[in-house]
């Protein structure tokens, strides 16, 4: 699979304003299904916003959320066909330089906006090959909406904002409560986006 030349729409598509996130209510949404930690934690060691099973990109099997309980998560819905896609290379740089530190980017492929039509195989493979992609991803769902999957329709409780585009980003803190989130506009790169999170970083790290 290619990405076209669709930046130009991508643009004029995408919201710009970049939304600070209020802290989250200490209970989880109602359309929430927590999980069980799949390692054994007892579930007051994992925060609400990460009781969530989904499954893995490439073979589709569940993945508990709770693993990455304590770490500074960085969440994304993604899609192949965007002028922002190769934003997918500077995620991945992103994770690999702070990985070590506690950092851990989580992407949610979404057709909600019409440029996600593979199946979850080739979405993993185009990810592998074109960009390096190592990062968790999940399988293909929806980030809004009524249909939105449990995690997003958290995110959008707790920050207020909901995706306007592919390649929206929520941060969660160390305790698990969302930190901010920016629009698709903010590249992986971003002087301001890479401050924030290396201030989560050093919290508690």
Excluded at 99 to 111: E, Q, T
Aim: proline share 8%; charged share 15%.
């Amino acid at each position: 699979m290619r990405i076209p030349a669709a930046l130009a729409a991508c643009l004029l598509a995408a919201g710009t304003a970049v939304a600070q996130a209020p802290s989250p209510s200490s209970s989880p949404s109602p359309t929430a299904a927590p999980s069980a930690p799949a390692d054994g934690t007892a579930a007051a060691a994992c925060p609400s916003t990460l009781q969530h099973t989904f499954p893995r990109l490439q073979d589709e099997k569940p993945q508990s959320l709770c693993q990455y309980a304590g770490k500074v998560v960085l969440v994304v819905n993604t899609a192949s066909f965007c002028g922002f896609t190769p934003q997918y290379k500077g995620l991945e740089a992103l994770d690999s330089k702070y990985r070590a530190r506690g950092l851990v980017v989580l992407g949610f492929p979404s057709n909600d906006f019409a440029q996600e039509s593979g199946s979850n195989k080739e979405i993993a493979d185009f990810c592998e090959s074109t960009f390096g992609v190592k990062f968790p991803m999940f399988a293909k769902s929806s980030v809004r909406g009524a249909n939105a999957n449990p995690l997003f329709k958290q995110l959008a409780l707790a920050s207020g904002t909901t995706p306007k585009w592919n390649f929206y980003k929520y941060l969660i803190g160390r305790d698990g409560k969302v930190v901010q989130a920016w629009s698709s506009m903010t590249a992986p790169d971003e002087s301001a986006f890479v401050k924030v999170i290396e201030s989560q970083l050093a919290a508690g790290g």
